[in-house]
């Protein structure tokens, strides 16, 4: 079957503007997380999805990030006026359920602000 | 707060020559340890999860294995195609940690 799709692949932006970015989950996976991996490093979590309600925001580096998922269905990461320090690799991935499945990840969306 | 070091950075290996990455990490109770491969300008790639001590994963060339402080992921007789940065992360057990912790990854290269 289908596997998690992310959109756009590539967004390139000026500093200050606001990006959106999206990700359709594995049909009949409750569950959505967002990544990031800045160029070099490792992936740091983002936000947690169980449905629609996102009960872990913890990762979310500022008050520019937000996110919101439709149903069980895509989600949207929202970065306002952006920074060059966003630029990174942002990933998508779902799982079945949460606890303990395995996460499957998207081809992700490179982002670099100018 | 859990974490994941992963060791070597990087490994060049000839074609055929066996090795292991070692992925070592603390948890407040482990509730799984995911082995993925990333391939450049892509997306992880899932390979194994272990979920307790002594538990063994296989699938063609590479092993994955499990202690109650590290894993091992073996690579024998590699070919040039097993070419990938190879990143371990753990989930933990506290409620609400849904979230995968991830180490800097282990760049492999194996030359024909």
């Known amino acids: 079957g289908a596997g998690v799709s992310q959109s756009p692949s590539n967004k390139v932006t000026e500093k200050g503007k606001d990006v959106e970015l999206r990700c359709d989950p594995i049909s009949g996976h409750t569950a959505l997380y967002w990544y990031r991996q800045r160029l070099g490093q490792g992936l740091e979590f983002l936000i947690y999805f169980q449905g629609n309600s996102a009960p872990d925001k913890s990762g979310l580096p500022s008050d520019r990030f937000s996110a919101e998922r439709t149903g069980e269905s895509v989600s949207t990461l929202t970065i306002q006026r952006t920074q060059q320090e966003d630029s990174a690799v942002y990933l998508c991935?779902?799982?079945?359920?949460?606890?303990?499945?395995?996460?499957?990840f998207g081809p992700g969306t490179r982002l670099t602000v100018l | 707060e859990d974490q994941v070091t992963q060791s070597p950075e990087a490994l060049r290996l000839q074609e055929g020559e066996s090795s292991s990455l070692n992925c070592s990490y603390t948890v407040s109770g482990l509730r799984g340890l995911f082995w993925y491969r990333q391939d450049p300008g892509k997306g992880p790639e899932f390979l194994f999860t272990?979920?307790?001590a002594g538990e063994e994963k296989e699938k063609e060339r590479l092993k994955a294995t499990l202690t109650k402080k590290e894993s091992f992921l073996h690579i024998t007789a590699p070919k040039p195609e097993d070419s990938a940065t190879y990143l371990c992360?753990?989930?933990?057990?506290?409620?609400?940690?849904?979230?995968?912790?991830f180490g800097q990854g282990t760049r492999l290269t194996i030359n024909p």
């Open positions: 991935a779902s799982s079945l359920r949460g606890s303990g499945d395995t996460q499957y």
């Open positions: 272990l979920y307790s």
């Open positions: 992360a753990v989930q933990g057990i506290i409620q609400g940690a849904q979230k995968l912790v």
